[in-house]
């Protein structure tokens, strides 16, 4: 396996500057993911080219609109239009307390609503945090706010509840 390379993931990020987490076509973008997943693979370069080649597709960040109150987190959970407002509460959490405190306290937090939107926060989040073990730039932690910010924003839990299903050999086929 190649030798990571996060040389130019900041120049990569940097091009995502100003863009959100959605795509231009309603999907979640997978953008900055990939920047990472190919620095960590030793192909810095190539994830320059590629966010340049797909930037285009991810639609403008929205403005954070009204703050997240530190007591009343979880009023905000999975309210997807706070984005914006989950990334400037951690973005702050981050300043104030660092990125691995933030982690080690979030991560637990949000952990029951890791399925919502196919994973997509959790796996953001890893790939922030591989990278910032790299370096804890402030590009990389924008994005270890921005991943977890899209994991708060589409929170949902699974129902808690299970149902008894009869064993398969109870069931007749027709």
């Not at 390379?5 to 953008?31: C, I, P």
């Not at 104030?96 to 637990?108: H, K, M, S, Y």
Request: aromatic content about 8%; glycine content about 8%.
């Amino acid at each position: 396996m190649a030798k990571a390379d996060y040389t130019r993931l900041d120049e990569a990020l940097g091009l995502l500057a100003g863009h959100g987490a959605d795509l231009t076509n309603g999907m979640t973008s997978h953008v900055p993911m990939v920047a990472e997943a190919l620095s960590a693979m030793g192909r810095g370069g190539a994830a320059v080219a590629w966010v340049g080649a797909h930037r285009k597709t991810v639609v403008p960040r929205v403005a954070a609109s009204k703050p997240i109150e530190e007591e009343a987190w979880r009023k905000a959970l999975g309210q997807r239009w706070r984005i914006a407002d989950w990334s400037a509460f951690f973005t702050e959490a981050i300043a104030r307390d660092g990125w691995r405190a933030v982690c080690e306290r979030w991560v637990g937090r949000l952990a029951p609503g890791f399925p919502a939107a196919a994973t997509h926060g959790v796996i953001r989040t890893a790939h922030a945090v591989r990278a910032l073990n790299a370096d804890a730039t402030p590009l990389r932690l924008q994005e270890f706010a921005d991943g977890l910010a899209l994991w708060a924003s589409t929170y949902v839990e699974l129902p808690a509840t299970r149902t008894v299903c009869p064993p398969l050999s109870d069931v007749k086929c027709q």
